[in-house]
């Protein structure tokens, strides 16, 4: 089976850390571009970082920019998503999603050209 597992999330206080995980099984990932996306209560999915298949390009959502550091294991298959200094509006569902074709090497944000998704991690930032 083609799939994403996503794992890591949890409770945290603000100003905690976590680090997600997403294990991708039955392709390659370092064959495709990767975003990882959130989804806050009452609100649709935010793009918030990707990578790109080099490795080399990792933008990142101004929201979470300087907090969030995206980054890929190529042998064990597995995207993270190290995040430092939560606050409580990072509070969502975090979904891991793959381009729709391989080898583009290029990280694009718009929710439709995702063709793969996790099933996503829930993290809760409360004191």
């Known amino acids: 089976d083609v799939q994403l597992q996503a794992s890591g999330g949890g409770l945290v206080q603000p100003g905690g850390s976590l680090r997600l995980s997403c294990a991708a099984t039955g392709f390659d990932l370092s064959t495709y571009d990767m975003s990882w996306f959130r989804r806050a209560p009452g609100k649709g999915r935010e793009w918030i970082s990707g990578i790109d298949i080099y490795g080399t390009y990792t933008p990142y959502a101004d929201s979470v920019k300087g907090r969030f550091t995206i980054s890929r294991d190529s042998a064990k298959n597995i995207l993270y998503l190290q995040m430092n200094s939560l606050e409580a509006e990072d509070t969502a569902v975090y979904l891991c999603?793959?381009?729709?074709?391989?080898?583009?090497?290029?990280?694009?944000?718009?929710?439709?050209?995702?063709?793969?998704w996790g099933q996503g991690t829930q993290v809760t930032v409360s004191s």
């Open positions: 999603a793959r381009f729709r074709q391989s080898f583009f090497g290029g990280v694009v944000a718009a929710i439709d050209e995702y063709g793969l």
